[in-house]
T-cell receptor
Framework: GDSVTQMEGPVTLSEEAFLTINCTYT??????LFWYVQYPGEGLQLLLK?????DKGSNKGFEATYRKETTSFHLEKGSVQVSDSAVYFC??????????????FGKGTSLLVTP | NAGVTQTPKFRILKIGQSMTLQCAQD?????MYWYRQDPGMGLKLIYY???????DKGEVPNGYNVSRSTTEDFPLRLELAAPSQTSVYFC???????????FGDGTRLSIL
């Protein structure tokens, strides 16, 4: 079945460092890809998305490009801030599945940014 | 605009007790979902609904039941609580298409 694999955390960075969180996927159809962010004690918020190959999603300085040839959707940010500390989830939605538009999630990557 | 509202936020149950987790959305979304989140395991789909009166099982449905009598509400029922159901439960909704899911803030449930 469809699945998402993302890098293990926790990731600890200093403020203004470059961030990459790796995400790869396995899917039989043509999935849409998402990054969600979860701040402590809160629900998940959509950070960015891409719906077809070579699309780039971007939001709040974060970017990710849908790479069909490497089945990847890595999250990047050029200069992280303390306020970016959170758990980041990579997810896919395969419209060929029979569960509505449900998402398959990776296990999450915890990011801690220190001053 | 409230979005997806879950109640309660926290609950402690004893083994064998029953309870209903409430979920309501005010975005007129046809699709609704229940997930559970366990530490280091991501989110697993419990049940989903594609519209009022229609529900179906997800990846981990055992021990749970749902109903969808209205577009707005999608309650999750635990009939005989077990320690393995200690988790954080998230309700989500979506429209058709590729826009992703809107999540509530979750219900943290402990079963002792």
């Amino acid at each position: 079945g469809d699945s998402v694999t993302q890098m293990e955390g926790p990731v600890t960075l200093s403020e203004e460092a470059f961030l990459t969180i790796n995400c790869t996927y396995t899917a039989t159809g043509y999935p849409s890809l998402f990054w969600y962010v979860q701040y402590p004690g809160e629900g998940l918020q959509l950070l960015l998305k891409a719906t077809k190959a070579d699309d780039k999603g971007s939001n709040k300085g974060f970017e990710a490009t849908y790479r069909k040839e490497t089945t990847s959707f890595h999250l990047e940010k050029g200069s992280v801030q303390v306020s970016d500390s959170a758990v980041y989830f990579c997810a896919l939605s395969d419209l060929n599945s029979n569960s509505g538009y449900a998402l398959n999630f990776g296990k999450g990557t915890s990011l801690l940014v220190t001053p | 605009n409230a979005g997806v509202t879950q109640t309660p936020k926290f609950r402690i149950l004893k083994i064998g007790q029953s309870m209903t987790l409430q979920c309501a959305q005010d975005m007129n979304h046809n699709y609704m979902y229940w997930y559970r989140q366990d530490p280091g395991m991501g989110l697993k789909l419990i049940y989903y609904s594609v519209g009022a009166g229609i529900t179906d099982k997800g990846e981990v449905p055992n021990g749970y039941n749902v109903s969808r009598s209205t577009t707005e509400d999608f309650p999750l029922r635990l009939e005989l609580a077990a320690p393995s159901q200690t988790s954080v439960y998230f309700c989500a909704s979506s429209t058709e298409g590729k826009g992703g899911l809107h999540f509530g803030d979750g219900t943290r449930l402990s079963i002792l």
